[in-house]
């Protein structure tokens, strides 16, 4: 939900080592539990995530560092 005042960002970031769902799975939620980032889709298939955030309260820095931990290789 898109709030008042609030500007979003979209960005496509590339990840590497995720082979299965449940990657696709861990990774979505690694980026969804970042404060101010609204929508996460992961594809599998192009390797790549697509991030929609509010840049007040979220950075790409952060979201990389999400999916480092939880295993996986941000580019
Ligand atoms: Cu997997």
Redesign the pocket.
Known sequence: MKLEGEIITQETIKVEG???????M?VKKAIEAIEGVRKVEVNLRNKNVVVEYDDRKANLEKIKAAVKEAGYEPV
């Not at 995720?18 to 696709?24: A, K, L, S, V, Y």
Request: aromatic letters at 0%; proline letters at 0%.
């Open positions: 995720m082979t299965c769902g449940h990657c696709e861990r």
